[in-house]
């Protein structure tokens, strides 16, 4: 049989888990091909995933992208999916805030410019393909209202991302809130400008600190315990015996 959709998930990612427990044991589980990018080779070709877990068409088209849950996912496949109401305004905030690299984007940044001229983003953001509109229409008008839209949105933006951020600490083996307490301007500057960055790519005409970069720094000092505890619970709940063996399961039928 054919499949239908692509699902672009991640082993580490909670939506993704939870998509998953539920799509393995529905009748979609033979209508959907999961794909698990634990490396970035199993990214399908001219697909950028601005957030995971990422749906796409048959014919490679982007459809959505998290916050995606199961309802959303069951009914865009089924073909009986609908807008829920919300504010063109307020799905492009949210999907900012659950993506880590247009969080930092922005921040870099100074606003939502270099989100608003992308495909990749504003598609299965906004799910211009499920609503039959174009990219450019929804483009032009956020553009319209921009500036006030950022700022607006600036402190949780920069609050999510600092979360973000000491979630790849802890990745990276980061586990003594002493050293978390002990960052500096510098440090999260560096970080922020790297997720922004694809190489050259994404960087700033000149070398500056990124906006709101001292709120974060403020932000992580004094949540450190708390932060690193939230993501190792995460993690824990995440990584459980049972999740891994689907995990793997999943990868040796892919």
Known sequence: MRYKHKLIVHPSCPSSKSILERLVVSSLFEKVEVIIIDTPSKIPTGIFPWAIPFLLSPEGTPLAMDPLDWRELESIVESNWEWDGRSDEEQFVTSVLYSAYASATALVHGGFDPLLTSYSFIAPALRTSLRGIEVSEISDKLRRDSTRLYLAARDKIARALSIALVRFLFYG???EPEKLKAIDVEQVSALVLA?????RGMLP???RRPDMVEQMVAFIRRGA?????????EHKRVYTPEYVELIERLARKG
């Open 205 to 207: 005409l000149k070398p």
């Open 195 to 199: 997720m922004a960055s694809i190489g």
């Open 225 to 233: 315990v708390g932060l690193l505890r939230r993501v190792e619970m």
């Open 173 to 175: 083996g980061l586990r």
